[in-house]
């Protein structure tokens, strides 16, 4: 069986997988990974819950990564795959410098090509919100970034002298009637209008339409919005489970 590990600046979140299907998921604290104690108590536990041994996994996060294979390897009896987006991670890449280009972020335009087609456009809402784009002829084309929901959130709070840190939610109404209800609602209509404002940029620049699919661990807050054609939080490790089968299989 097949265990796919993402690892983002936030949190790690590994699944079991079996083709296009995540069969079950277990997440934690990536800063729980930086100490390799901890991070092969993760893979034992992690073996126990999802089974092995080929192992699979993207990552954002270079300094646990050494810690992350030692252990997988250590608890699975065999080494595990880093996606390796300088070699040929299953889609074309047509970006200036293929090494700024986080795993993620391949894996999931591998995942939205494979499960809905070409061209697309995937939002990812993690520690960064992420548009990654893949062009009618199905290569990556490249994509756009700006600040996540809990950056946004963690900024207001640390960088001013009065306002709270809240807990995201989604807002019915723009018009807060206390500083929280007004921090939620700047930070969720702010997010809204970004994504529309760019998913029409990225159309316009395409020349044609294109599905745009959510993905991360903020994306539920925006189902039903009307701005996706799909909301699919487990998009990244489908994609690692693409990834794996073009690298052993293809």
């Known amino acids: 069986m ?28 990536t800063r729980e990974l930086r100490s390799y104690p901890r991070a092969r108590r993760w893979a034992r536990s992690l073996r126990k819950a999802l089974g092995g041994p080929d192992t699979v996994v993207s990552s954002v996060v270079p300094g646990v990564d050494g810690n992350v294979k030692r252990a997988l390897k250590e608890i699975f009896h065999k080494a595990p795959i880093f996606v390796d987006v300088k070699g040929d991670p299953g889609i074309p ?8 280009i986080g795993a993620d972020r391949v894996v999931n ?59 995201f939610a989604r807002v019915k109404h723009p018009i807060g009637l206390s500083t929280r209800e007004g921090i ?48 699919d939080p487990d998009l990244t490790l489908v994609g690692l489970s693409l990834y794996w089968n073009e690298r052993n299989h293809g």
């Open 93 to 100: 890449i047509h970006y200036k410098n293929k090494s700024e």
């Open 184 to 231: 939620r609602s700047g930070i969720y209509f702010g997010t809204l209008g970004a994504t529309r404002e760019i998913l029409k940029g990225i159309r316009k620049q395409l020349g044609r339409s294109a599905p745009a699919v959510a993905t991360g661990g903020w994306c539920e807050f925006f189902r039903g919005t009307s701005l996706f054609h799909h909301i």
């Open 2 to 29: 097949l265990i796919g590990v993402d690892i983002g600046n936030s949190r790690t979140v590994s699944g079991k997988l079996s083709g296009k299907k995540v069969l079950k998921r277990t997440a934690l604290p």
């Open 109 to 167: 335009a591998l995942a939205a090509k494979a499960l809905y087609g070409a061209p697309v456009i995937v939002v990812d809402y993690g520690t960064a919100t992420t548009f990654d784009i893949v062009d009618s002829r199905g290569g990556y084309k490249g994509g756009v970034i700006l600040p996540g929901v809990g950056i946004s959130l963690l900024a207001l709070h640390e960088k001013t002298a009065k306002l709270p840190l809240v807990p």
